[in-house]
């Protein structure tokens, strides 16, 4: 079985919770923000909206160089814009991901900063570190902002307390 039909399963649910995660954003709050230091709910929502578009990247291309200062998404203007985006990123990495074949997946790709190289690893090793555990990574703070405005938290991994049916209050 190659990496590309291993990881889909993986990458069907994780971005599910994902959607589901983005789904309760209430539409009000996009300009909320926990902490001065911290994302908007619209610059995170943004973000994890288009994290299927860095899998599709690394797949296309040998390595990013990325500006933090210029390489900004345009933020989205509402919940049903970043699903609709969302959507669409996933369907085109999922097909990417289907037509890519291991000894593409064993390529080194790099990501630079300003030039400076960041981390180089195969690009299965960066779809499972750079995307996937990101998307993680974010949509966990997506929780906490979830929680933080008093909306359910969806359950991903097992039974959520906000959904009556954990173990745990």
Not at 120 to 141: E, K, L, S
Request: overall charge negative; proline content about 6%.
């Amino acid at each position: 079985m190659s990496f590309a039909a291993m990881m889909l399963p993986e990458i069907d649910h994780e971005m599910a919770g994902l959607r589901t995660s983005l789904e309760r954003v209430p539409e009000g709050q996009l300009d909320w923000t926990p902490h001065d230091r911290s994302f908007s709910m619209r610059g995170l929502v943004t973000h994890l909206a288009t994290i299927p578009r860095w899998g599709l990247m690394v797949l296309e291309h040998n390595g990013l160089d990325m500006d933090p200062e210029k390489d900004r998404n345009e933020p989205v203007a509402s919940v049903a814009a970043a699903l609709q985006l969302f959507d669409a990123e996933l369907a085109t990495l999922r097909q990417a991901l289907q037509s890519t074949d291991d000894e593409d997946l064993r390529a080194e790709w790099t990501f630079k900063v300003k030039g400076q190289v960041a981390f180089a690893m195969p690009r299965m090793g960066v779809m499972r570190a750079f995307v996937m555990n990101h998307m993680i990574h974010h949509r966990a703070q997506l929780g906490v902002y979830l929680r933080l405005l008093g909306v359910a938290v969806p359950s991903l991994y097992g039974p959520s307390a906000d959904q009556g049916d954990s173990p745990v209050s």
